[in-house]
């Protein structure tokens, strides 16, 4: 399992709720979160067998970005 974080132009629970049945869709993606507290609004994604582009074209399909850091 890989471990990854990106910044993000999540700004709300509202937000969290378009990307969380996206990312829950995707089979490689076995955990996620976003932290709302940090001003870069924090993804963290355990992955495992999936490609980061497809994250990233999953999470733009409903108007979000993803900034690897």
């Known amino acids: 399992m890989q471990s990854l974080k990106f910044k ?3 700004k709300c ?3 969290i709720a378009k990307v969380g049945p996206e990312l829950d869709a995707l089979e490689g993606v076995k955990n996620w979160s976003v932290d709302l507290e940090d001003p870069n609004r924090i993804v963290s ?3 495992e067998d999936i490609d980061v ?3 990233k074209e ?3 399909k409903v ?3 993803l900034e690897e850091i």
Do not use: E
Request: with cysteine; hydrophobic share 35%; aromatic share 6%.
């Open 8 to 10: 993000s132009n999540i």
């Open 13 to 15: 629970n509202g937000c």
């Open 45 to 47: 994604l355990d992955i």
């Open 53 to 55: 582009q497809t994250i």
């Open 58 to 60: 999953r999470v733009a």
């Open 63 to 65: 108007g979000y970005s």
